[in-house]
């Protein structure tokens, strides 16, 4: 009771602010945009901590694909037997390349001009595998004869908003007797404004909302849009209109009923965006590695500019322009660190070869602080599978240490980071079987890229030591501390879901909180990375990355609103709600 009373005193307080900031700019804040591109608005639990606290789950991000065979134009070498009009066969493929992104839900959207349905969308809750029936061989193949089509989009999802039921899996289609008003979509990211657009739309009295998300706003902005076209749609300006009210990442895919595809990336390239153009066929995923295995070389594959969009149309073919006016990009470097498939390329860096830099990063700190006996044969490298792999590789490389597989992990499991509820936690509790015949009596350099809520290094440690028989443990994080909440698509938007803000409050790193932290999971001893290495290891400028989660420094304005929130609510329990919904709970009651 105290928290709600307490939570409500907050929430009225920032809305004070809401309002405030919308006198300030002169701007309505129910009709208009809150997003500026570009502003960087800041001008038992001693053991195992984050156990006690009720925390909602942290999911990671959604994945896009995208493959049009325009006719008229040759036959593309990655035409299946079945040929152009079926290249919607080669979509299922290119989500589960991407299914790391998400497995709660999968689905694609099809084609057709010689169908009666121009656009046929299937979508479901569960993986690619499983909506696709991929493992039963005559069903697949009946699914794809009746999706075939020239052109796709397709989604996998994990919910950052929202429910986990079918009705919020992706793509959204929305039918209109005019075909230039049919259109089907999908996206990646997360709209830190879902609350205010959500006022905004309801206040004319004309719309109504069936779900609670963002992916549904979207919807409606388009289709308002739409219907003040009385000619074929222009989807730029459709797409400048829109996305001009909207503050957060989007990286999204269109397919409309008179089969035009239009690829965009939100203004400040958040989410990433890749793309391919060879002869008829164009391809587009979040990631290069559905391009890659598709047959394209690295060469070919082009990332998609912040606020730009391809258009294909059947008749004219590809042509890109920009949207939305674009200044320094701030992508999101935990792509780098953790996200993204370790194969993939994103904005012209690679992420093996970033994590590899993380990796000789660790080791120069491990040098500089001359914790633990580095030319000792006891001492050995264990990286905790899989994402740390490449980094723990290249520690031990640098510092001349083994880098042993201490850790098996079962390869049925799947990233625990996307498992919902208690069922993470159980998840993460199996995953790993600690190897005595590796561990027993060495002094282990436990090598992880990141650590979020502490799951993973909760169910970890105990085990190493009592199953492994490992003599002395120290962490070495390939990440500065998560302390802040992300609103651009990754699902640990409050800040009472995060181990590092009670040690870091600032972010700062001393040794003394290190070694807290370390002492209250099991550790001997613990160590992140600054937040300077990262651009560093990534190869991009600072400030063309988001690094909002270990700076508290966001890119947007109703990000850096949302922080200030989920400060005043620090300590509340608030119905495990993400704090954008919290902010459309309290917009709609008011
Ligand atoms: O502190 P936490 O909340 O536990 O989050 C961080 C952990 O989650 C991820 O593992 P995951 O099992 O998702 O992925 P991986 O097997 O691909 O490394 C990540 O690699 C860390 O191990
Ligand atoms: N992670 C994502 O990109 C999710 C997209 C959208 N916000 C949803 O929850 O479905
Ligand atoms: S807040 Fe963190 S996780 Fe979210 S987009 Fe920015 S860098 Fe990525």
């Given at each position: 009771?105290l928290?709600?009373?307490?939570?409500?005193?907050?929430?009225?307080?920032?809305?004070?602010?809401?309002?405030?900031?919308?006198?300030s700019?002169?701007?309505?804040?129910?009709g208009?945009?809150?997003?500026?591109?570009?502003t960087n608005?800041?001008?038992?639990?001693?053991r195992?901590?984050?156990?006690?606290?009720d925390?909602?789950?942290?999911?990671?991000?959604?994945?896009?694909?995208?493959i049009?065979?325009?006719s008229?134009?040759?036959?593309?070498p990655?035409?299946?037997?079945?040929?152009?009009?079926?290249?919607s066969?080669?979509l299922?493929?290119?989500?589960l390349?991407?299914?790391?992104?998400?497995?709660?839900?999968a689905?694609?959207?099809?084609?057709?001009?010689?169908?009666?349905?121009?656009?046929?969308?299937?979508?479901d809750?569960?993986?690619?595998?499983?909506v696709f029936r991929?493992?039963?061989r005559?069903?697949?193949?009946?699914?794809?004869?009746s999706l075939?089509?020239?052109?796709?989009?397709?989604?996998?999802?994990y919910?950052?908003?929202?429910?986990?039921?079918?009705?919020?899996?992706?793509?959204?289609?929305?039918?209109?007797?005019h075909?230039?008003k049919?259109?089907?979509?999908?996206?990646?990211g997360q709209?830190?404004?879902?609350?205010?657009?959500?006022?905004r739309l309801l206040?004319?009295?004309?719309?109504?909302?069936?779900?609670?998300?963002d992916?549904?706003?979207?919807?409606?902005?388009f289709?308002?849009q739409?219907s003040q076209?009385?000619?074929?749609?222009?989807?730029i300006?459709?797409?400048?209109?829109?996305t001009?009210?909207f503050?957060?990442?989007?990286?999204?895919?269109?397919?409309?009923a008179?089969?035009?595809m239009?690829?965009?990336?939100?203004?400040?390239?958040?989410?990433?965006m890749?793309?391919?153009?060879?002869?008829?066929l164009?391809?587009?995923?979040?990631?290069?590695?559905?391009?890659?295995?598709?047959g394209?070389?690295?060469?070919?594959i082009?990332s998609?500019?912040?606020?730009?969009?391809?258009?294909?149309d059947?008749?004219?073919g590809?042509?890109?322009?920009r949207f939305a006016?674009?200044?320094d990009?701030?992508?999101?470097?935990?792509?780098?660190?953790y996200?993204?498939?370790?194969?993939?390329t994103?904005?012209?860096?690679?992420?093996?070869?970033?994590?590899?830099?993380?990796?000789e990063?660790?080791a120069?700190?491990e040098?500089?602080l001359?914790?633990v006996?580095l030319?000792c044969?006891d001492t050995?490298?264990v990286?905790?599978?899989?994402?740390?792999?490449?980094?723990?590789?290249?520690m031990?490389?640098?510092l001349?240490?083994?880098c042993?597989?201490?850790?098996?992990?079962?390869?049925?499991?799947?990233?625990?980071?996307?498992e919902?509820?208690?069922?993470?936690?159980?998840?993460?509790?199996?995953?790993?079987?600690?190897l005595?015949e590796?561990?027993e009596?060495?002094?282990?350099i436990?090598?992880?890229?990141?650590?979020?809520?502490?799951t993973?290094?909760?169910?970890?440690?105990d085990r190493?030591?009592?199953?492994?028989?490992?003599?002395?443990?120290?962490?070495?994080?390939?990440?500065?501390p998560?302390i802040?909440p992300?609103?651009?698509g990754?699902?640990m938007?409050?800040?009472?879901q995060?181990?590092?803000?009670?040690?870091f409050?600032?972010?700062?790193?001393?040794?003394e909180?290190?070694?807290?932290?370390?002492?209250d999971?099991?550790?001997?001893s613990?160590?992140y990375?600054?937040?300077?290495?990262?651009?560093r290891?990534i190869?991009?400028?600072?400030?063309?990355l988001?690094?909002a989660?270990?700076?508290?420094?966001?890119?947007?304005?109703?990000?850096?609103?949302?922080?200030q929130?989920?400060?005043?609510?620090r300590?509340?329990?608030l119905?495990?709600?993400?704090?954008?919904?919290?902010?459309?709970?309290?917009?709609?009651?008011?």
């Amino acid at each position: 009771m105290l928290a709600r009373v307490r939570f409500a005193v907050c929430f009225y307080a920032d809305l004070r602010i809401l309002e405030d900031f919308k006198l300030s700019r002169g701007i309505d804040l129910r009709g208009t945009p809150l997003y500026k591109p570009g502003t960087n608005a800041s001008q038992d639990s001693a053991r195992h901590p984050g156990n006690s606290v009720d925390m909602s789950e942290i999911h990671h991000e959604c994945g896009v694909a995208a493959i049009y065979h325009l006719s008229g134009r040759g036959r593309s070498p990655m035409c299946t037997e079945d040929g152009p009009r079926q290249i919607s066969r080669l979509l299922p493929r290119m989500l589960l390349d991407i299914q790391n992104r998400g497995q709660l839900a999968a689905g694609m959207t099809t084609y057709d001009p010689d169908q009666p349905r121009l656009l046929r969308t299937r979508k479901d809750v569960g993986t690619v595998t499983e909506v696709f029936r991929l493992n039963h061989r005559a069903k697949a193949e009946s699914l794809m004869k009746s999706l075939a089509g020239r052109a796709a989009i397709g989604h996998v999802r994990y919910a950052t908003c929202g429910q986990d039921d079918r009705s919020y899996a992706q793509p959204f289609e929305r039918k209109h007797i005019h075909k230039r008003k049919w259109f089907s979509f999908c996206f990646n990211g997360q709209l830190s404004n879902y609350g205010l657009l959500k006022e905004r739309l309801l206040a004319d009295g004309d719309h109504h909302l069936t779900l609670d998300t963002d992916t549904e706003i979207i919807l409606h902005e388009f289709a308002r849009q739409m219907s003040q076209s009385p000619t074929r749609i222009n989807w730029i300006d459709v797409l400048k209109q829109t996305t001009a009210g909207f503050d957060g990442a989007y990286s999204l895919a269109v397919l409309t009923a008179e089969g035009e595809m239009i690829v965009a990336r939100d203004p400040l390239g958040i989410k990433p965006m890749c793309y391919v153009h060879d002869g008829p066929l164009f391809a587009a995923a979040s990631e290069s590695v559905a391009l890659l295995n598709l047959g394209f070389s690295n060469e070919q594959i082009k990332s998609l500019p912040p606020g730009h969009a391809i258009i294909i149309d059947p008749e004219t073919g590809f042509r890109m322009e920009r949207f939305a006016e674009t200044e320094d990009p701030k992508h999101c470097f935990f792509e780098w660190i953790y996200f993204a498939n370790v194969a993939s390329t994103l904005d012209e860096q690679s992420v093996y070869l970033s994590r590899t830099r993380l990796g000789e990063e660790l080791a120069r700190a491990e040098r500089e602080l001359d914790r633990v006996a580095l030319d000792c044969p006891d001492t050995i490298i264990v990286p905790v599978p899989d994402t740390s792999k490449a980094a723990a590789d290249s520690m031990a490389y640098q510092l001349s240490i083994p880098c042993r597989e201490g850790l098996i992990r079962n390869r049925y499991a799947g990233r625990t980071f996307i498992e919902g509820g208690t069922a993470r936690k159980a998840k993460a509790a199996t995953k790993y079987t600690p190897l005595r015949e590796v561990m027993e009596g060495k002094r282990i350099i436990l090598v992880e890229d990141s650590i979020v809520r502490s799951t993973t290094m909760n169910v970890l440690l105990d085990r190493i030591r009592d199953v492994g028989g490992a003599k002395e443990i120290h962490v070495r994080v390939a990440c500065p501390p998560i302390i802040a909440p992300c609103f651009y698509g990754i699902d640990m938007s409050t800040i009472d879901q995060l181990i590092a803000p009670k040690y870091f409050p600032n972010g700062k790193l001393t040794d003394e909180a290190q070694q807290r932290l370390a002492d209250d999971l099991g550790a001997d001893s613990l160590r992140y990375l600054p937040v300077e290495a990262i651009a560093r290891a990534i190869g991009k400028p600072s400030d063309h990355l988001c690094q909002a989660c270990v700076t508290g420094k966001y890119p947007t304005v109703c990000g850096q609103h949302l922080y200030q929130i989920a400060l005043d609510n620090r300590g509340c329990k608030l119905n495990n709600k993400r704090t954008y919904e919290q902010l459309a709970a309290a917009l709609s009651q008011g």
